[in-house]
């Protein structure tokens, strides 16, 4: 199913149905949403994110044949952010123009997959208003957002998860994303995620390949930075064996003690940092917003160092 600009204007129409104050945006401070994705930790998680999508060859071929992302990775990831910042933490209007923004940018992102990959034979349409392959990008970041939360800060209570699933059915709305296809429980959805890793649908194709290692740094000079390395050790670790082993990701003895290490020294150490060093700085202009204060120009400087962060990871060697 493509979701057209309809599908979309109709789902829109839900999501305002179900919001309240509309400077709240669609989830607000009562939220599992915004109590579960305000701690810039979930950075951490995205690269598994990135790659998860990469690895379904309609997201991989789709953004091989219609973007630029390899000669400005961090610039997408920035304007990724943005639109995903402004969906979840903007009000009403903010979600709802970018909604639409993206929305229509995927309307003319379309094609055909040139070779046999997994379950799609070559010469497959791909779309990216695909209602499906939307479903697993929107599941990419509300799973590897709980699976970083829980990894680094610890478990969180089975309640919480239910409605922190159940409230990322207003973000899956923005997409047009038909409730139909969505996983009614966080169970179920946490099995949808589990078998189609293990499927075919998920199969890692060369641009996939390619754009993984841009994405650490490496643009094609087999040489990347320290900050590189190590989110490429933190992303081999937070991906599932099948897909780590696809693209060629290593794992050695030495790579898993890294990584345990690494996340051992970061979860104390960042419950010590005070909260607005913690908290996304989108976050902190949504709660400055409902409380009628003026953006943080703090925020706006945390921001701009988290990008900065992300040009630098990804910047070749």
């Known amino acids: 199913m493509i979701v057209t600009r309809r599908d979309l204007e109709d789902s829109l129409e839900r999501v305002r149905a179900q919001a309240g104050d509309s400077r709240a945006g669609i989830h607000g401070p009562g939220s599992a949403v915004w109590q579960l994705q305000r701690d810039a930790v979930i950075f951490l998680g995205g690269g598994r994110a990135v790659l998860l999508q990469l690895a379904h060859p309609f997201v991989a071929y789709a953004i091989d044949h219609h973007s630029k992302t390899r000669a400005d990775v961090a610039g997408r990831f920035q304007r990724t952010f943005a639109n995903v910042f402004a969906m979840s933490f903007g009000d009403l209007d903010d979600a709802f ?13 379309t094609g055909t997959i040139p070779v046999d990959a997994g379950a799609f034979p070559a010469g497959t349409p791909y779309h990216a208003n695909d209602a499906d392959s939307l479903l697993w990008v929107h599941a990419t970041l509300i799973h590897t957002a709980v699976h970083v939360r829980e990894l680094v800060l610890g478990p969180i209570a089975a309640p919480v998860k239910e409605q922190y699933y159940r409230d990322s059915f207003q973000f899956a709305r923005l997409f047009g994303i038909p409730e139909s296809i969505m996983p009614p429980t966080w169970a179920a959805f946490d099995r949808y995620v589990a078998e189609t890793i293990a499927s075919s649908t998920l199969t890692v194709t060369e641009p996939a390949r390619a754009m993984s290692r841009f994405l650490f740094g490496d643009g094609g000079t ?21 897909l780590r082993r696809q693209y060629g990701l290593t794992w050695s003895l030495g790579d898993r003690a890294g990584f345990t290490a690494s996340i051992a020294a970061l979860a104390p150490a960042w419950r010590l940092l005070p909260a607005r060093m913690r908290l996304l700085p989108a ?4 709660e400055r917003r409902l409380a009628g204060r003026s953006p ?22």
């Open 97 to 109: 123009s970018a909604a639409r923004r993206v929305h229509n940018i995927h309307t003319r992102i």
């Open 283 to 286: 976050y902190v202009d949504a």
């Open 296 to 317: 943080s120009a703090f925020a706006r400087w945390m921001e701009a160092r988290l990008f900065s962060l992300a040009a630098l990871a990804t910047a070749p060697r």
């Open 222 to 242: 087999g040489r990347r930075g320290r900050l590189g390395r190590w989110l490429e050790l933190m992303t081999s670790g937070l991906l599932p064996e099948k």
